[in-house]
């Protein structure tokens, strides 16, 4: 064992600065969620983690000579990337692996607003989906009892080492492997029920799943970068309802059987027009969760620099509508479109209307979810209400 973590002073200090760093931001925390980040360390369930160098993903281990620093980025408010493509950073090869991220541990200000929105109190049933490292089933642990948290991943891998490292944390929730979409029918009703991985709206199986009075914490996203996190509270006619965290999240969707794969067109070949509004608006995280309810969720973006340019692309695999917009030094953003819609349209349109309404914040927005449908919905101060179905 690395000496470092045998000293429990320092370990407890770095929990201190951890919880502090977390205040200094923007969230209050409340005292038992705070209690549970002191008593709950994180280092056990991140003991390699994946850190970027150049475009690759390489693994970082205490053991690697730099434990110290190595400490102090466990216990630093970020979020740490512990799988790419499927392989865990303590799986890695030393010189690291290329691919896309596929799971993390959350940034802790991020877990600490989600925490404090669910109110777990001892005793209540909570099931968590995505249960990642196993750091935030053992937060749950601390704040509601081990023996009433269900915590399930989809991914065999994931499942196998936070069973085994909260285990070895003395911990003992129910730690399953299955299809998170799903809930757990056989746990419920729950109290709390609360998701660390993005949904385009909230499963009816965790409506069902959730106990009257009940309340539902999980992000939704569509695929923009800017998700935002719900929270309803679930209603004696079987609905729910609530309103958005005023954090930005951009948690990796739920997985829920195979992925299924759309190629993205790098150019494309089509009618030409300028545009007032650059493609780098999807990048404001406080416009882009707005814009993904004006677009239909077979849509998928990219955004890139091509010779130093801002270059964004759209594309609706459902019909093979397609806009590429390209900023220019010497002009307005040009704007290439082919197939049936013009999807930068629709874009165009939700920022005019985002700027009208002095750019709504995501908290300003209120969820419903009925047996007839769900819908984000937006109440102006002039009393007129703009609704999107989810």
């Not at 929990?15 to 005292?31: F, N, Q, W």
Request: hydrophobic letters at 40%.
């Amino acid at each position: 064992m690395i000496e470092i973590l045998d000293d429990e002073q320092l370990l407890m200090r770095a929990r201190i600065e951890l919880v502090t760093e977390i205040e200094r931001g923007s969230i209050v925390l409340s005292s038992r969620v705070a209690e549970a980040f002191l008593n709950v360390p994180r280092h056990p369930f991140v003991p390699v983690f994946y850190r970027r160098v150049g475009s690759a993903y390489v693994p970082w281990r205490v053991t690697d000579g730099t434990d110290a620093e190595w400490l102090r980025q466990v216990y630093t408010d970020q979020a740490l990337i512990t799988e790419v493509d499927g392989m865990l950073a303590e799986d890695a090869a030393p010189n690291g692996r290329t691919g896309a991220a596929t799971s993390s541990s959350t940034m802790p200000s991020l877990m600490a607003d989600m925490l404090d929105a669910l109110d777990v109190h001892h005793g209540a049933r909570v099931l968590e989906i995505g249960t990642g490292t196993g750091y935030n089933a053992a937060l749950l642990s601390y704040l509601a009892g081990a023996e009433n948290v269900t915590t399930i991943d989809y991914t065999a891998p994931l499942v196998l080492t936070a069973r085994t490292r909260l285990r070895e944390a003395g911990l003992e929730p129910k730690v399953l492997r299955g299809d998170g979409a799903a809930g757990q029918p056989d746990g419920g009703p729950f109290d709390r029920i609360i998701a660390t991985c993005s949904v385009r709206r909230i499963p009816q199986s965790w409506l069902d799943q959730c106990a009257p009075g009940g309340v539902i914490v999980a992000p939704i996203k569509g695929t923009l970068d800017g998700g935002a996190v719900a929270c309803l509270t679930k209603l004696p006619d079987g609905g729910a309802a609530g309103r958005f965290l005023h954090t930005p999240a951009a948690f990796m969707p739920l997985l829920s059987g195979p992925e299924p794969l759309f190629a993205m067109p790098d150019q494309i070949d089509g009618a030409q027009r300028t545009t007032e509004t650059s493609g780098r608006v999807l990048d404001d995280y406080g416009f882009s969760f707005w814009a993904h309810l004006h677009m239909n969720p077979t849509t998928v973006r990219r955004g890139r620099l091509v010779d130093g340019q801002h270059v964004t692309t759209l594309y609706d695999h459902a019909d093979s509508s397609a806009a590429f917009i390209r900023d220019r030094a010497d002009g307005p953003p040009a704007v290439t479109t082919t197939g049936p819609r013009d999807l930068w349209k629709s874009i165009e349109a939700a920022h005019e209307h985002w700027r009208r309404q002095n750019r709504p914040r995501r908290e300003w927005l209120t969820i419903d979810a009925t047996t007839a449908g769900q819908s984000i919905s937006y109440a102006a101060p002039d009393g007129s209400v703009s609704r999107w179905p989810l």
